[in-house]
């Protein structure tokens, strides 16, 4: 019986040293203290290489798929600096252009003044040929008994519709050369209206504001200019001028248009 209790309490305690060391015993951990500062810095550590790690992965994958951005930024600067030598390409052509248009506009302006000067000079020319032809005629002994005559009548239409331009060279010979010849010039003009009629107008009108214009005083010659209006739908066919002294006609001369 003794025996019987004592291998019970061996039996027991054997189990309970199984129990403790054994299979079915509990776990035991057994950790060092660390502060919190290292477990803060290990963390950080740890995320910032996940972080890394992530960046590494992102640009990796764009690579793969073609974009890289460093290439990127390369051809960006690249771009620029085209755009920046374009620009100022740009900007120096555009100089050149302006200077090259101010000496254009200026040769048009020589030319164009040149080109008046031709016109004036042969205007010139040619009404010292008239003049010539009249002075040559007076030499001759041309003109009529009043010593007075008319020569190079020219009319030319101006830049306002209907208003025209009229010339003619009036001269005294013989004794009458000596004296001063008192007058006014006076213009009949033939013209076609714009329905097809004829009709005559002599100027000056009696209530033309302009003919004292018309009014003439000259010895031995003088170059009569001025200008005068017709209906501007009106063509002119024949112009005659005449110096009239106290209602008679003492010279006349036409021309045909």
Avoid: C
């Avoid at 920046?84 to 740009?90: D, I, K, N, P, Y």
């Avoid at 000496?103 to 040619?126: G, M, N, P, S, Y």
């Amino acid at each position: 019986m003794y025996r019987a209790l004592a291998r019970s309490r061996f039996a027991l305690r054997l189990r309970r040293l199984r129990g403790r060391f054994g299979i079915a015993a509990p776990r035991v951990a057994v950790h060092t203290p660390v502060p919190w500062y290292w477990r803060a810095l290990t963390a950080a550590i740890v995320l910032g290489s996940a972080l890394a790690m992530a960046g590494w992965i992102y640009d990796a994958g764009r690579r793969f798929a073609g974009f890289d951005r460093k290439e990127s930024e390369s051809e960006i600067s690249l771009l620029r600096d085209k755009v920046a030598h374009l620009e100022s390409e740009v900007a120096r052509l555009r100089s050149l252009a302006n200077a090259s248009e101010s000496h254009l506009q200026i040769d048009r302006a020589t030319v164009e003044r040149l080109t008046a000067q031709v016109k004036l000079l042969e205007e010139e020319k040619a009404q010292l040929k008239v003049n010539l032809g009249v002075f040559e005629n007076l030499a001759a002994g041309g003109g009529n008994s009043a010593g007075l005559s008319l020569g190079g009548l020219r009319i030319e239409p101006e830049a306002t519709p209907g208003r025209y331009r009229y010339r003619v060279l009036a001269s005294m010979h013989g004794a009458g050369a000596r004296q001063e010849f008192k007058g006014k010039l006076q213009l009949q003009v033939t013209l076609q209206e714009a329905g097809g009629r004829s009709a005559i107008i002599v100027l000056p009108r009696p209530d033309d504001p302009d003919a004292g214009s018309f009014s003439v005083s000259f010895r031995a010659f003088r170059s009569i200019e001025g200008s005068f209006r017709v209906p501007a739908d009106a063509t002119i066919k024949r112009v005659e001028a005449r110096l009239i002294h106290d209602g008679a006609i003492l010279a006349s001369q036409s021309v045909s248009l």
